[in-house]
């Protein structure tokens, strides 16, 4: 896709809002806004520019847009309430996302691409004054700190390049090698060249940071504590290590990762959690994921397709295949103790019971004129305790070591290490008390009991086993993890968006024309799995329809009602 011609620079200016003098050629002159010569003069100046774009890429990274809705595409969450373009990208059948400019909730592709490139745009201003000669330093006997925000300049923008690669169809590569004369004539370029610019950063990041002798001020990074050299290096590693899975839009492009780079820095590991923390009277951490589409409030609940496969019961299978209108809500039977209701909930004066991970909660707030297949009596509970017993004063989780592990049993899977991946997932299924895998080749142990089980009511392989662990021990973790899995696995519900296009408004500005993505034969759209007449598709589909059939003969059984409710 190419750019009209424009008639000025007003559309790009506007779409990286960088600053007045990035955009001299719009023959107005702002009297009220200094350029930036005189705006970042001195090295203080200068610092907080470039620093302040780390908050605000964690904005996104750990805010409601995109992942609220991101994540309900991918039915971890379930709800049907309008707020976060949930109820209009999460209800079946699924529809092409609205690219309107006037869309109610534009937010969603908006916010992301412009947080991006308002951080983008502090980090390029920045690392220009940089270029012009600016020295971090605030006297002749002060340490000199010019490398230190270059790398952490970088960091920014390899961050913000990761984002936009995950989340969008195409960007435009802004940055410091871009001068202000060849910003009117960029044009976007496709995602994985995007991805491309942000893996040349992480590794300068992790080149230059790697034993270095400076300090990264806690006040930079979320109050968790400063950071050293090595800190930062292995943050960039850990981070480049999560986005490297998630860039693919098919199976093809997930397997064709280079796995056996992946699986080398995931083994590198991360010495400790890396999260927020709000400071006393600060305003840093957002998290809203963790409180929003969880315990905190009735904005959503935990989908069945996320947990049903541990019901022991036969219940998911009923849900699952009958039609949207009559998947009404079930208790669950299963053995899995991070679902199954084993203790107290982590609440003041609360006698409800809960899993590790996951409360009961019965009905669900939702309208039934939207969709009872909305409904869920379960909800995500892991993060209560961080609230009740800490509040904000404790690090909320971001990237841990557990899911630089999961990826590692990813990695070992596709090179072929099958008994690297079942020890894995042995390890992960200990903590749901779950029996472990004996033979890679075959089912998950338990019979009639066993965990997951799949919509035709058979027992999941290895492979399925490892989805299901990842999907329940870092659910609601980072930002839409179980969407960019699920895209990449094949697992999205059909005609879901499998990416987002650069926003309407954004385009309108660049005089191009408005495009989009999903639904029923659009581009970018998960395969249609009611098309497919493969002999495994056929079976599949002769199997659900006869555990369909058995549910309605045995509709009138008053034990099987009893079952059911």
Known sequence: MRMKKLSSMVGLCAAVLLTASACLDL????????????????PGDVEALVSG??????????????????????????????????????????????????????????????????????ARDGLLAID???????????????????????????????????????????TEQVSADELGTLEPVPYDQVWAKAEELYAEVIQGAQG???????????????????????????????????VPRTPAERQALNWSAILADAQMGISETYGGVRETGGN?????????????????????????????????????NAPLDQRTPFDMDTDDVRIKPTGPCPAPNDSAMCGKFF??????????????????????????????????????????????????????????????????????RANGELPPFTDPNGVAPGGDRCVP???????????????????????????????????????????????LPIPGIELDLLLMEIYTFGGPGGNSSAPDILDDVTPEGIRKKLRAHELWRQVHENAADPEAIERRR
Request: overall charge negative; proline content about 3%; aromatic content about 16%.
């Open 132 to 174: 012009g000669g600016l020295r971090i330093q605030e006297g002749p006997e002060a340490p000199d700190n010019t490398l230190r925000l270059q790398l952490f300049g970088k960091l920014i923008q390899a961050l913000n390049f990761s984002n936009l690669a995950v989340i969008h169809d195409q960007a435009f590569l802004v």
């Open 284 to 320: 840093w951490i957002y998290h809203y994921g963790k409180t929003y589409l969880a315990w905190f409030t009735g904005w959503a609940r935990a989908d069945y397709r996320r947990i049903g496969p541990a019901d022991a019961s036969g219940e998911y299978q009923r849900w699952i």
């Open 453 to 499: 089980k799949m919509n035709d009511g058979s027992c999941g392989n290895l492979w399925e086993a490892y989805k299901y662990e990842k999907r329940i021990e870092l659910f609601n973790y980072g930002m839409a993890t179980e969407y960019f899995d699920d895209r990449g696995w094949g697992d999205l519900v059909q005609h879901s968006w499998t990416q």
């Open 359 to 428: 409360r009961y909660m019965g009905s669900s707030p939702f309208p039934a004129d939207r969709g009872i297949y909305h409904y869920s009596n379960y909800i995500d509970w892991r993060w209560a305790y961080l609230w009740y017993d800490y509040r904000y004063e404790t690090v909320w989780p971001d990237m841990t070591q557990l899911e630089l592990d999961i990826i590692a049993a990813e990695a070992n899977y596709h090179l072929g290490n099958t008994a690297a991946l079942m020890e894995h997932v042995n390890m992960s």
């Open 53 to 122: 774009g780390f908050s605000t890429w964690e904005y996104t990274a750990q805010g409601l847009y995109p992942g609220a809705a991101m994540s309900c595409v991918a039915d971890s969450h379930s709800s049907s309430w309008g707020n976060f373009g949930m109820r209009d990208n999460c209800s079946e059948p699924r529809v092409a996302w609205n690219n309107d400019a006037s869309y109610g909730s534009n937010a969603v592709a908006r916010l992301p691409w412009q947080q991006s490139y308002a951080s983008l745009a502090a």
């Open 212 to 246: 270095a002798n400076f300090t990264i001020p806690d006040l930079w990074v979320g109050f968790q504590h400063d950071w050293d050299g090595d800190r930062m290096a292995e943050v960039a590693r850990a981070m480049r290590t999560r986005y490297r899975t998630q």
């Open 27 to 42: 023959e107005v002159q702002n009297l009220n806004a200094p350029d930036r010569e005189r705006a970042i003069r001195t």
